[in-house]
T-cell receptor, first 115, second 112 residues
Framework: DAGVTQSPTHLIKTRGQQVTLRCSPK?????VSWYQQALGQGPQFIFQ???????QRGNFPDRFSGHQFPNYSSELNVNALLLGDSALYLC??????????????FGPGTRLTVL | LAKTTQPVSMDSYEGQEVNITCSHN???????ITWYQQFPSQGPRFIIQ???TKVTNEVASLFIPADRKSSTLSLPRVSLSDTAVYYC?????????????FGAGTQVVVTP
């Protein structure tokens, strides 16, 4: 049973470019959350998708957008990249059960470097 | 979301038991307590989750007192591979749509 997978593993972009990161949730999960983790800090919540809709959003600008597909996989898009967007981007999947989000399981992350 | 407070770092020797205590004074009735382990440049790995009293799995034990304002993660007989950052989180509540609020975590260093 595959866990959460993310692609690509590493990515190098230049300022102003756009990037798309991808996530496949753990089998049986229907909810995907995205987090940004800067070096030396804990992960910061970006947003969560359930039933192909953004359900909650953290304190991130509109340059960060996402999408969830019918197969529950998800994409994170970041436009107009800034140097400060360099970070490890983490995807976590979970199951909505009884009106709440069950335990979240994280993927290995995508390391984004903006030059 | 309830804020958590945990030690910045802890040192231990191989074979010892490591106990990390986390304070969460404002924990809500519906909140669970969850611990994750993270190695450098990897995603956090779920360790254990509990609501009250004691929970034990093959990796760790979680002790939660009756008032639930704190919890203690116990790692028995640690090895060098247990060197990692450990995060304590509370939530998600039914109205939070799964937003996990990570703090800085506790850096555990295990030496021979």
């Amino acid at each position: 049973d595959a866990g959460v997978t993310q692609s690509p593993t590493h990515l190098i972009k230049t300022r102003g470019q756009q990037v798309t990161l991808r996530c496949s949730p753990k089998s049986g999960h229907d909810t995907v959350s995205w987090y940004q983790q800067a070096l030396g800090q804990g992960p910061q919540f970006i947003f969560q998708y359930y039933e192909e809709e953004e359900r909650q959003r953290g304190n991130f600008p509109d340059r960060f957008s996402g999408h969830q597909f019918p197969n529950y996989s998800s994409e994170l898009n970041v436009n107009a990249l800034l140097l400060g967007d360099s970070a490890l981007y983490l995807c976590a999947s979970s199951l909505q059960r009884g009106g709440r989000t069950d335990t979240q399981y994280f993927g290995p992350g995508t390391r984004l470097t903006v030059l | 979301l309830a804020k958590t407070t945990q030690p910045v770092s802890m040192d231990s020797y191989e074979g010892q038991e490591v106990n990390i205590t986390c304070s969460h004074n404002n924990i809500a009735t519906n909140d669970y307590i969850t611990w994750y382990q993270q190695f450098p440049s990897q995603g956090p790995r779920f360790i254990i989750q509990g609501y009250k009293t004691k929970v034990t799995n093959e990796v760790a034990s979680l002790f939660i007192p009756a008032d639930r304002k704190s919890s203690t993660l116990s790692l028995p007989r640690v090895s060098l591979s247990d060197t990692a950052v450990y995060y304590c989180l509370v939530g998600p509540s039914t109205d939070s749509w799964g937003k996990l609020q990570f703090g800085a975590g506790t850096q555990v260093v295990v030496t021979p």
